[in-house]
């Protein structure tokens, strides 16, 4: 990692807000926040702003009834979304429960579900590999189910947060709501949000890898509030290649979109095209 020494602290504050502006234009939520006297940046890593299209993540199912999981900030402002499996056909989907404090939601189809994501029973350590599955940047990269290794850096988030696991496993805007899993396929997360540009006394840094997914057993928790109990896998469970998991979870993971303008003007008798 490389320091880059700029001016004073105020100029260097302008900057990492003008970096958060525009990344807003192509990102969800920019929080920036100080820490002890440094100024640092996450965001979560859903991807087009509502303003200039709908925004896209990711999501992947949990229950054979027709419910899928994802984050809230994928669906925020947003009662409906369309769904789609790599190359599969889009559904519409309802957004059936949120819980805006762990960044969760709950989407419901209309149709049932062959196969479903299955939870791991015991808290994943730091150090055990992951993988990261979704649809990043999907009007640029391959519609195709995008993968990503990685470890699990430490079993808190940003601050010490319980609820989050720290990855180093690479994340772009479109791979929020995305299962994490581990190296025998099991779900131990859902991916939420990324470090950005971190500001210490005059020295501006650009972490890498350094990335955070919701704790599976919080996930659990949102879906028993909903009367779902979620598939759990063996408790000694061997491991599989990476390619086959990659397999396994393409028949559930799927891109989200939620055109939460639209959605606005449709609601709104005033409104025109």
Not at 121 to 137: H, N
Not at 196 to 211: H, K, R, S, T
């Amino acid at each position: 990692m490389t320091t880059r020494k700029i001016g004073s602290g105020s100029i260097l504050l302008a900057l990492i807000l003008a970096l958060a502006q525009a990344a807003s234009a192509q990102t969800p939520p920019v929080v920036t926040r100080v820490v002890d006297g440094n100024t640092i940046i996450v965001s979560a890593v859903g991807s087009v702003d509502g303003k200039t299209g709908p925004k896209t993540g990711s999501a992947f199912a949990v229950h054979s009834s027709g419910k899928l999981l994802t984050n809230n900030h994928v669906v925020e402002g947003c009662s409906e979304v369309t769904v789609s499996s790599a190359g599969g056909d889009p559904l519409t989907g309802r957004i059936q429960a949120r819980d805006v404090r762990n960044d969760l939601a709950l989407i419901a189809l209309n149709s049932p579900l062959s196969s479903i994501a299955s939870f791991r029973r015991t808290p994943i350590r730091s150090g055990e590999d992951v993988i990261a599955l979704g649809f990043p940047l999907n009007w640029v990269l391959a519609t195709d189910l995008n993968a990503s290794k990685g470890i699990v850096s430490a079993t808190a988030g940003l601050l010490n947060d319980a609820t989050q696991l720290q990855i180093s496993a690479g994340i772009h805007p479109g791979n929020s709501g995305g299962p994490l899993l581990d190296s025998a396929g099991l779900v131990v997360g859902i991916v939420a949000s990324a470090l950005g540009p971190v500001a210490v006394a005059d020295a501006f840094y650009i972490p890498q890898d350094i990335n955070f997914a919701i704790k599976a057993e919080i996930a659990e928790v949102f879906l028993g509030s909903q009367s779902l109990d979620s598939q759990v896998g063996p408790i000694a469970s061997a491991s599989v290649s990476a390619a086959d998991i990659v397999e396994r979870a393409r028949r559930y993971t799927f891109l989200v979109e939620c055109d939460a303008g639209r959605q606005r003007k449709v609601a709104s008798p005033l409104a025109r095209e």
